[in-house]
């Protein structure tokens, strides 16, 4: 779980295939609606084919037939993780874990709480929660966990928050990691890689802060370092 989970912002396989050849070793990549919708199944199956593990990051939201459906045929893709989004409530949840569990039983089923893009008033004046953000992401949580599934996508400033809730074993995933000199970008949540861990992360997501550096693999190592090196 000390591997940051690169985020594969590509829209071609031509560039994942450059940007991969910058590692010389096997990775833990993030496919994302981008690059998946745009290419298709054959992503997972050569990524899988050169030893990547694969967190496919669709957030399922639809009907619980529906995603149970969907689900099947992306846990034949032999994924690592994929996810739903928690706001589709408790039977489309229990639906997607039971078809995703069927066929990939050692893969991770996790649901989106609430997106590291989403602010306090936005969820307040926009999506009218009368909860706050913290009790949000917390609310989700336990549904998501109540339906069976192994963990969530929260920021990396609410994983203790669900630690609390859920217990040790439920696993955090997040995104909004940046180092202190890369810039925010159009996430609002957002965290060091060190801060991360001291915060109770179990798997952080990074994606432009290694995908636009000049030296991605550099990069890379330095964030994985920072993040093994925290305290929880």
């Known amino acids: 779980m000390d591997r940051p989970i690169i985020a594969l912002d590509f829209s071609t396989m031509e560039h994942v295939r450059e940007f991969l050849k910058r590692f010389d070793e096997a990775l833990f990549v993030k496919v994302g609606m981008e690059l998946y919708l745009q290419n298709g199944p054959e992503v997972i199956k050569e990524l899988r084919s050169m030893g990547h593990d694969v967190f496919l990051d669709l957030k399922l939201h639809d009907i619980p037939n529906t995603v149970g459906k969907a689900m099947e045929g992306l846990a034949a893709l032999d994924v690592q993780m994929t996810n739903v989004h928690a706001q589709g409530g408790v039977a489309m949840m229990k639906r997607a874990a039971e078809s995703f569990k069927n066929y ?8 989106v709480t609430q997106l590291t893009s989403m602010s306090e008033e936005l969820v307040h004046e ?13 609310h989700f949580a336990k549904l998501a966990q109540s339906a069976g599934l192994d963990g969530v996508v929260c920021s990396p400033l609410e994983a203790e928050l669900v630690h609390e809730a859920c217990g040790k074993e439920f696993k955090t995933v997040t995104p909004g990691i940046r180092m202190q000199s890369d810039t925010q970008d159009d996430q609002v949540r957002i965290i060091t890689p060190e801060g991360a861990k001291s915060a109770g992360c179990d ?10 550096d000049p030296n991605p693999s550099e990069k890379y190592y330095k964030i994985k370092k920072e993040f093994e090196s925290g305290e929880q």
């Open 126 to 138: 926009e999506l009218g929660s009368r909860l706050s953000l913290d009790e949000s992401v917390v």
């Open 203 to 212: 798997y952080i997501v990074v994606g432009r802060s290694i995908t636009r």
């Open 104 to 111: 990939n039983p050692d893969g991770l089923l996790i649901a």
